[in-house]
């Protein structure tokens, strides 16, 4: 049966599917008296079936096991007592027709038991061909339609800017101002010279619903603007500069910008949980004086995140606790909505107490044994300013060197780790290209020269490109920037429902590396309610792991050499063409796709134990082996999450979207995962002195503490 079909079936006419195709089953169901004693006949079925796939049924065994326990929710903290196989029993012997059940949990089911007897025989995999194809769907920035459509948008923002600026202008302070006297042509001329300085774009940035539809040529639904205006009464920012809605298609021609709308646009969802938004990762929430849920000691301020031995996140009381704009799906929303993280610039700017500040987050990683990276993020790093930066900069190089020169004293066996990576955390090539400026990009130049005398040997730009949309004439410049200071750019995106269409992210690593940046994470959006409409279950990411990426799969020689083209900065687009062009790779599929764990971290090995009643799936996750963890990971569990979507409710909402889910029909059989192995490139390089195994800065008490 076709998979629209199938998802639009009642729960009779899906009973009388799994009549005709499992009558052995039904009737074992209708002859138990209990649920207990249906897993015991469905067991021994398991066992006399010997023609049946033997992965599939220990996978149903593994639901047979889990059902009717209680296991412990990660995410939400709540336990949850699993009845898959229980509701499977009532499904097949009572009729649920009356009640309010759904048909997910008995689809998902469906089609296990489909392909454990094999009755449908799924043509797997896509061929290099439909992918291209698939592929082919999606324009980028780059393309010569998506232009135009974006040349007419930025005209009609720049009047209604001038509009605005008129309407402001004795409120507005500083330089965005029109003197007196001029005509019209003149001030456009002068609005359209101010598109290209990334402060109009801030001090221009758009802040209300009425302000946006304005921008967007009142184009948004009376719902959307409902929405927004409700998320405003509760006090949710909202945050869009006129460049990223110039890159928004308001008219009913030309490319599918639903990636770009639903990145900044919310879903009733997130607003309605705004106000009560928890942290997903627990290590953000950190008490003075007690170690975060990893372990850590930190510095006290919420300056620092910690989760892995090797590096901390910084995040600087500057401008970097801003962003370009606020993404719906932002892992920080716990953070902006405690205001930690805002758009109030003003309030924003370094006091004078962040020099002490700095100081003291310094001396952390110079006295800690095991700090060798640092991620500089907020917010956003590249918001701060120049200056800002530059300080910040220069305090991380003068503590590498005093690191280093430390060391010198320390025998060998306990010496510290020494500063090898440094990252900067920035959506802005995407949200403000504008700002790679030449004084950025040389400040970024001056430092890598100074820093590799201090031993450091990665200098990365983390960024965040969620669609090919997203990379326009003004991002291609901004990437070719920050290339030639000899930093590398690696890109991590959210899969959200919008971007895993068949083909989109595939496109988005090509038209990337194209330009020089690697791709390093593929997120699965993280499960809580606030992200429920934008939510892609992880059978998808793996299902695009196995069927899409795999086309850009390089051997183990083909990694070393790629390793040794990026390693030292320099020509690095033309470098990963020639490479792609030589082994005739379509892209490459250096990045690992997985979910942020709250508390273990980034892993993709998963086993599905059981499903919810509204067929959500419940996944046992273990930590990514191949990389060294807090010992506290030893004391933990197993790791319960439950997605918050069903894979027919996923597959609904692609078909929303003019998706052909039979496009996405293998699906269903990703049931297990494993974390992809990292790519050299992102390895520590090895010191060449021994470092000790001491752990400093860490408290690793009974887990209940936490
Ligand atoms: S740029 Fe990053 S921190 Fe800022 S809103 Fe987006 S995801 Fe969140």
Redesign the pocket.
């Known amino acids: 049966m076709k998979q629209k079909k199938m998802l639009s079936l009642t729960l009779s006419q899906l009973k009388n599917l799994y009549q005709q195709d499992f009558p052995e089953l039904v009737e074992i169901a209708t002859q138990s008296l209990s649920a207990n004693e249906f897993k015991d006949r469905l067991s021994n079925l398991l066992t006399e079936q010997k023609t049946a796939s033997s992965a599939i049924s220990e996978q149903i065994r593994i639901l047979i096991d889990f059902d009717g326990k209680c296991i412990h929710e990660l995410s939400t903290g709540q336990d949850i007592e699993i009845q898959t196989i229980g509701l499977l029993w009532h499904f097949l012997k009572d009729s649920l027709e009356q009640t309010d059940m759904r048909t997910d949990l008995f689809i998902d089911l469906y089609e296990m038991l489909s392909a454990w007897k094999q009755v449908k025989k799924r043509e797997n995999l896509f061929s290099r061909e439909e992918l291209e194809k698939a592929c082919n769907r999606w324009p980028t920035g780059l393309d010569p339609e998506v232009r135009a459509i974006r040349e007419s948008n930025k005209e009609r923002i720049l009047h209604v800017l001038i509009q605005r600026i008129e309407n402001r202008k004795s409120k507005i302070p500083g330089r965005f101002r029109f003197e007196e006297g001029l005509s019209y042509d003149e001030k456009y001329q002068i609005v359209q010279d101010w598109w290209n300085d990334f402060r109009f774009h801030l001090s221009m940035a758009i802040k209300t619903p009425s302000e946006l539809n304005k921008f967007l040529g009142q184009s948004l639904s009376p719902k959307t603007m409902y929405m927004l205006s409700y998320a405003k009464k509760k006090g949710m920012p909202f945050f869009a500069t006129p460049y990223y809605l110039s890159l928004l298609n308001i008219s009913q021609e030309g490319y599918d910008d639903e990636a770009i709308r639903s990145y900044i646009l919310y879903s009733p969802e997130l607003i309605e949980t705004y106000g009560s938004i928890k942290a997903w990762e627990k290590e953000d929430v950190v008490e003075p004086g007690k170690p975060n849920a990893a372990g850590w000691l930190l510095p006290d301020g919420h300056n620092i995140h910690r989760r892995y031995p090797e590096v901390a996140i910084l995040i600087p009381d500057t401008m970097g606790r801003a962003?370009?704009?606020?993404?719906a799906?932002?892992?920080?929303?716990y953070d902006?909505q405690s205001e930690r993280?805002n758009f109030e610039f003003e309030s924003l700017r370094p006091k004078e107490s962040w020099e002490h500040k700095l100081n003291r987050l310094m001396t952390y990683f110079e006295e800690d044994t095991q700090l060798r990276d640092i991620l500089i993020?907020?917010?956003?790093a590249l918001m701060s300013q120049n200056k800002t930066l530059k300080h910040i900069l220069d305090a991380v190089c003068r503590m590498a060197l005093r690191k280093q020169k430390a060391n010198a004293e320390r025998p060998d066996g306990e010496k510290f780790a020494e500063l090898q990576r440094i990252r900067l955390?920035s959506?802005l090539p995407a949200?403000l290209p504008m700002r790679i400026n030449d004084e950025l990009v040389e400040i970024l130049r001056t430092f890598k020269e100074k820093a590799s005398a201090a031993g450091i040997k990665q200098f990365v730009v983390q960024t965040?490109f969620q669609t090919p949309l997203e990379v326009t004439p003004e991002a291609e410049e901004a990437i070719r920037k920050i290339v030639s200071a000899g930093w590398l750019i690696t890109n991590q995106l959210?899969y959200n429902v919008a971007s895993s269409r068949r083909g989109h992210t595939t496109k988005l690593r090509q038209i990337l590396n194209r330009l020089g940046v690697v791709c390093y994470y593929t997120f699965s959006v993280k499960g809580f309610d606030e992200n429920q409409a934008v939510f892609t279950p992880n059978s998808r990411s793996l299902q695009e792991q196995h069927e899409e990426k795999i086309f850009g799969y390089m051997t183990d020689e083909q990694a070393k050499e790629l390793y040794r083209l990026l390693e030292t900065g320099c020509n690095t687009a033309e470098n990963i063409q020639t490479f792609m062009k030589k082994h005739q790779l379509p892209f490459l599929a250096t990045d690992r796709s997985v979910l942020n764990l709250p508390a273990i971290g980034k892993s993709m090995t998963f086993q599905l134990i059981g499903l919810t009643p509204n067929g959500k799936r419940i996944l046992q996750f273990e930590h990514d082996g191949t990389r060294r963890h807090s010992p506290i990971i030893d004391q933990m569990g197993e790791v319960y999450i439950q997605e918050n979507k069903s894979l027919a409710a996923y597959l609904r909402q692609l078909i929303q979207m003019g998706e052909d889910p039979e496009d996405y029909a293998t699906i269903w059989q990703y049931r297990q995962g494993e974390t992809e192995s990292r790519f050299s490139l992102f390895d520590y390089p090895d010191f060449n002195f021994e470092s000790t195994d001491k752990i400093s800065n860490l408290e690793v008490g009974s887990l209940s503490n936490h």
């Not at 962003?323 to 993404?327: A, F, P």
């Not at 993020?377 to 956003?380: I, L, N």
């Open positions: 962003c370009g704009g606020l993404c799906s932002c892992q920080r929303m902006f993280l993020t907020g917010g956003d955390g959506r949200y965040h959210v």
